[in-house]
């Protein structure tokens, strides 16, 4: 079964570390991965998806399907950067369902 | 900022109680989504709707019902016979089809069942 796993609850660094926050799909085909970010008192929003390529706020996610992974990655964190992150997978076929990985809450310390 | 509303923020409920949460949007999307959100186990799907007068179960389907009479509107309704209802629920929507994945969400609504 289609599965996303995001395996640490929580990462803290501190402010201007480099932070990575990993992600696992099983799947056979070929996925759309996302990225979703929940700032204190904001709603759920997108922050990447890989078919864009796009660096936005400084994060990069890059597919690897040979790992199956899609993990996050910014060379400098901020702050503003604290937050909860979900990886989510959408595949071809289950009419747009996004599957979402179990959440990583980012503590960027000062 | 959105485009999705949702309705109450907070609710409280009697055990026994039906409840209803209210979605609604103007974004023109076809796709909506019933989400639940509970700590350590990220969003998982109740139900959704790729078209008007048409839903499908999600993952944990049991307790809950919704309608989709109308585009922008896909009501949830949290019965007594969900046996663990207390979670933060979000609503969320998708152009659907050839328009992409990418689904846009709601405030929530935060139920607690007294």
């Known amino acids: 079964a289609q599965r996303v796993t995001q395996p640490e609850k929580l990462l803290s660094v501190f402010k201007g570390a480099p932070v990575e926050l990993k992600c696992n799909y099983s799947y056979s085909g070929s996925p759309e991965l996302f990225w979703y970010v929940q700032y204190s008192r904001q709603r759920l929003q997108l922050l990447l998806r890989h078919i864009s390529r796009e660096s936005i706020k400084g994060f990069t996610a890059d597919l690897n399907k040979g790992e199956t992974s899609f993990h996050l990655k910014k060379p400098f964190a901020q702050e503003e950067d604290s937050a909860m992150y979900y990886c989510?997978?959408?595949?071809?076929?289950?009419?747009?369902?996004?599957?979402f990985g179990q959440g990583t809450t980012l503590q960027v310390k000062p | 900022d959105g485009g999705i509303t949702q309705s109450p923020k907070y609710l409280f409920r009697k055990e026994g109680q039906n409840v209803t949460l209210s979605c609604e949007q103007n974004l023109n999307h076809d796709a909506m989504y019933w989400y639940r959100q509970d700590p350590g186990q990220g969003l998982r799907l109740i139900y959704y709707?790729?078209?008007?007068?048409?839903?499908q179960k999600g993952d944990i389907a049991e307790g809950y019902s919704v309608s989709r009479e109308k585009k922008e509107s896909f009501p949830l309704t949290v019965t007594s016979a969900q046996k663990n209802p207390t979670a933060f629920y979000l609503c969320a929507s998708s152009m659907g089809g050839a328009g992409g994945n990418e689904q846009f969400f709601g405030p929530g609504t935060r139920l607690t069942v007294l």
């Open positions: 709707s790729q078209i008007v007068n048409d839903f």
């Open positions: 989510a997978l959408s595949y071809s076929g289950n009419t747009g369902k996004l599957i």
